[in-house]
């Protein structure tokens, strides 16, 4: 079981050497050469880098005949590796090959598929560091482009365990003699932000651009994933970055000409319906494992009708959807707003609206939508309809969408605690608003499944569904006095007022 | 994970070559392996090459003082680690009788690598003892390597006696007969009675090959030295056999 101690590159551009690392490194191994194996190299992670943030790697390697799969990372404390038999990819968690890599990787990706990230042909050639008894106490590994536009060559030490010092008494060899320790940064340098350099005083135009371009980059970056539908993800984060361009426009109102509103607000409300009902049901049918342990009386598998039919449903409003994602009219929007945005980021005169500052604009917004949220929460009584709670979310929303959008123009420590208290409530109210939803569906269901002649003990599952969803319901209900007197406390409303909200 | 140990009451009959063998079979299909060399005679730990010493010896272990994470050893073989053997394990028995729950102490300590590790296979030295009696509380499967020949079957009634003694959760014995040589007529007939008594007998046959002694020359498991002999064939059929699902 190995462990990489150490990458190692070539100083000042020479050319790395085999046979002089081994000649470095007889001084005190006996050094056995491995014959050079060509390689093909397919780096995997999830679209949102979730391996990446958690310091692993999976590649699944290709030599000769042979393929496999090969975990690693601080983790898993040393590499896995299991043998592969041409996986396809994209893949969920459940596809991969049953074994200790899925059981390490499950958790961490979640209901995220795992995508190609690079496919790369290296030539491997290794060194085999051995002891007295010949045991096999530490590796080395040099790994070679095989073609050109490949990542440069480079050695790295591998540790076996138990025999760590060994490693490391190699890698100070081989650092002696001239070789230069990778660091891990220069791979991933960081990203420049778009709203770099936007403080308080500028225009809020800019901010308000930069953040429809990255919410515009985002339905971009998230659309083929969508398209080809390779996890329920790429939709929620594509309606994530529609949302927030509602929201953006609808903040930014005071500061941007009427034609943004006029044009682009209903234009992005028909994007958002369009991608509504398949999200709904994806929502369904990732909650259904959960579901199935709510059941009493019934068995598990009484609602594999209720499976059976949501995935008709969703496949017959996922028909739609494409059918939209793919006209004429979806096209023009993107290349419409594409247009605008440059625009709109070039100070064009027709785009310009009130001459405001973005710190001015962040005030009046995120007070604006505070006292919203405070007006309508102190309005809610016991006998308030399902209604007024589900409008008291959509407020809480844009208040979220405020703190979230003018981030880079106010206090970062108010902000991240005002959006904790925020949350809180946020919590409770969107679970009492998705029982609402799932309980009205499933009476919806219920009905369509009936008339197409399903089994009575299909419907006497439904029905523990719902009564179950009553009592959660409820329960929200019963935490929300105590989630908003949290949200309007003394102390959430002085961080609100550093913020521009609050009196 | 899943604890599979190899064990007899008599010494000699193929213990060691089985946990190498299958241990290094289970590794190359992927799982994570370890196996521990409980015997103080420490022949799976030479077969890898590791040196056959424990810092702080089996009472170190036996008492906590020292992880057996910290006493783990990669083999040459990828998802294949090795607990050495350390000759201080002879009085592993007494270090055993003086701690609490004393008959589930190796068992405890295999608790603390369980999310590291998908087998663990045990190489367990040929006695009756409180070692052994730590061994069969810890597993899910006994392998017992069997030659057929009259003494081991007695001694295999003996171990089945042992096992049921046992209280609490008892693991599954699996027999197979190992060093076998079909052209002994008192082998083909103990394998015939074997398979006619009801006995959990392996189909697998594992017979007297030169190339399984060449282990210890070769200082390897016989799947990787020699991938295409009868004897690695006979191992993958083995483990096929009793690979923990």
């Given at each position: 079981m190995t462990s990489q101690v150490q990458a190692l590159r070539a100083a000042d551009g020479a050319t790395l050497d085999l046979a002089s690392v081994a000649a470095t490194l007889a001084d005190q191994f006996t050094v056995v050469t491995r014959p050079s194996q060509l390689i093909r190299r397919v780096r995997l992670d999830t679209f949102d880098r979730r391996l990446h943030a958690a310091e692993l790697t999976l590649e699944h390697q290709v030599a000769g005949s042979q393929e496999r799969l090969v975990l690693d990372g601080p983790a898993c404390s040393s590499t896995v590796t299991v043998p592969a038999t041409e996986p396809r990819w994209p893949v969920l968690a459940a596809g991969l090959p049953d074994g200790p890599i899925r059981t390490a990787l499950a958790p961490v990706i979640g209901i995220r598929a795992l995508l190609v990230v690079s496919d790369e042909k290296r030539r491997v050639r290794r060194l085999e560091l051995h002891n007295e008894d010949d045991k096999t106490v530490a590796r080395v590994q040099l790994d070679e482009p095989a073609t050109a536009t490949a990542a440069p060559p480079q050695l790295t030490v591998l540790a076996l365990r138990g025999y760590e010092d060994l490693a490391g008494r190699a890698l100070r060899l081989l650092t002696r003699a001239g070789l230069r320790q990778v660091d891990h940064r220069e791979a991933h340098a960081a990203d420049v932000q778009p709203t770099a350099g936007i403080v308080a005083t500028s225009p809020a135009i800019e901010l308000l651009a930069a953040q429809l371009g990255e919410f515009l980059a985002a339905m971009r970056d998230n659309l083929p994933g969508l398209l080809d539908d390779v996890d329920t993800e790429f939709l929620h984060d594509f309606r994530v970055a529609v949302r927030r361009t509602r929201s953006t426009l609808k903040l930014g109102r005071l500061a941007l000409p009427?034609?943004?509103?006029?044009?682009?607000?209903?234009?992005?409300?028909?994007?958002?319906?369009?991608?509504?009902?398949?999200?709904?049901?994806?929502?369904?049918?990732l909650d259904l494992p959960v579901m199935t342990t709510w059941l009493v009386a019934a068995e598990a598998t009484d609602l594999d009708e209720l499976a059976q039919h949501l995935r008709r449903r969703r496949s017959s409003a996922r028909r739609a959807m494409v059918q939209g994602l793919r006209s004429a009219r979806f096209r023009r929007l993107m290349a419409g707003w594409h247009d605008t945005l440059t625009r709109l980021a070039e100070g064009s005169q027709d785009l310009t609206g009130e001459q405001l500052s973005a710190g001015v604009l962040a005030q009046r917004s995120i007070r604006r939508a505070y006292r919203r949220v405070a007006r309508d929460g102190a309005a809610i009584s016991p006998e308030s309809p399902a209604e007024h709670l589900h409008e008291l979310r959509k407020r809480c929303k844009e208040l979220r969408y405020a703190l979230e959008v003018f981030a880079p123009v106010i206090e970062n420590g108010p902000r991240k605690r005002a959006v904790a208290d925020l949350k809180s409530l946020q919590d409770v109210l969107g679970r009492f608003q998705d029982c609402e939803v799932q309980r009205l569906a499933l009476r919806d269901f219920a009905e369509e499944m009936m008339a197409d002649g399903t089994p009575a003990s299909a419907v006497l599952a439904m029905g523990e569904l719902i009564g179950h969803l009553d009592v959660e319901q409820d329960r929200a209900r019963e935490r929300f006095d105590g989630a908003f007197a949290g949200f309007t406390r003394p102390s959430g409303r002085q961080r609100m007022q550093r913020l521009g909200g609050g009196r | 994970m899943k604890v599979l140990a190899t064990y007899n009451i008599k010494g000699g009959v193929g213990k060691t070559s089985t946990a190498v063998n299958l241990a290094y079979l289970a590794a190359r299909e992927g799982r994570r392996t370890l196996l521990w060399d409980l015997d103080p005679q420490a022949a799976a730990t030479f077969l890898f090459r590791v040196r056959p010493r424990v810092k702080g010896g089996g009472r170190a272990l036996v008492n906590r003082r020292r992880p057996i994470e910290a006493a783990l050893k990669a083999?040459?073989?990828?998802?294949?680690?090795?607990?050495?053997?350390?000759?201080?394990?002879?009085?592993?028995?007494?270090?055993?009788?003086?701690?609490?729950?004393?008959?589930?102490?190796?068992?405890?300590?295999?608790?603390?690598?369980?999310?590291?590790?998908?087998?663990?296979?045990?190489?367990?030295?040929?006695?009756?003892?409180?070692?052994?009696?730590?061994?069969?509380?810890?597993?899910?499967?006994?392998?017992?390597?069997?030659?057929?020949?009259?003494?081991?079957?007695?001694?295999?009634?003996?171990?089945?006696?042992?096992?049921?003694?046992?209280?609490?959760?008892r693991p599954e014995v699996v027999a197979f007969f190992s060093m076998a040589d079909r052209r002994k007529r008192m082998h083909r007939d103990v394998i015939e009675a074997m398979r006619s008594n009801g006995s959990c007998v392996a189909d697998t046959i594992v017979p007297a090959l030169s190339v399984i002694e060449q282990m210890a020359q070769h200082r390897a498991p016989v799947p990787a030295f020699a991938p295409t002999s009868r004897a690695a064939r006979c191992y993958e059929q083995l483990w096929a056999e009793v690979r923990p699902t």
């Open positions: 009427e034609v943004m509103h006029r044009r682009w607000e209903p234009a992005f409300k028909w994007l958002g319906d369009l991608t509504t009902p398949v999200r709904d049901l994806d929502i369904y049918e | 083999t040459d073989f990828e998802n294949l680690a090795l607990l050495p053997a350390d000759f201080s394990y002879r009085n592993m028995d007494l270090e055993l009788d003086d701690t609490k729950k004393r008959t589930r102490r190796l068992g405890q300590l295999l608790d603390s690598v369980s999310g590291e590790y998908d087998i663990v296979f045990l190489d367990c030295p040929p006695s009756v003892s409180l070692v052994s009696e730590n061994v069969v509380a810890a597993s899910d499967i006994l392998l017992v390597p069997l030659i057929p020949a009259t003494l081991s079957m007695r001694a295999f009634e003996q171990l089945t006696r042992f096992v049921s003694e046992v209280e609490g959760r």
